[in-house]
């Protein structure tokens, strides 16, 4: 015959093991969100750094542009904005590439606004 004492052991085993699984379980789930969120990242700042370097591409073919005008040559022919042309077009590319994979996706701020418009709109028309 089972004593109370060997009732109350086997109920905070049995309940120290259904812990110990359910911590282990949303481990891994903090586990799979965080490589989700660091993937996330990384190509959030793959964006970010394609954007600054087309961004700096830009005004050096600015740069480049107004040389060319200042010596009164005509744009068409000259080499150096061919290729920053062609290196920018490349790289925006390569953004829009990335922009394409994402993973996470937000939800959209517009939605929410036109379900507000339309309540205030109901309200207004009763």
Known sequence: METIFDKI???????????IAAVMQGANVVSVKMSELSEEGKRQYKMFNLHVK????????????????????NLD?????????????KLEWQLMKVEGSKKIKTPAPKMAAKKTLKKASAKKGK
């Open 9 to 19: 052991k086997n109920d905070v085993k049995k309940g120290l093991e259904e812990g």
């Open 77 to 89: 022919e000259d080499k150096k904005i061919k290729a920053a042309y062609h290196k920018i077009k």
């Open 54 to 73: 087309i961004k700096d591409l830009k005004d050096e073919l600015g740069g480049f542009a107004y040389a060319v005008l200042e010596s009164g040559k």
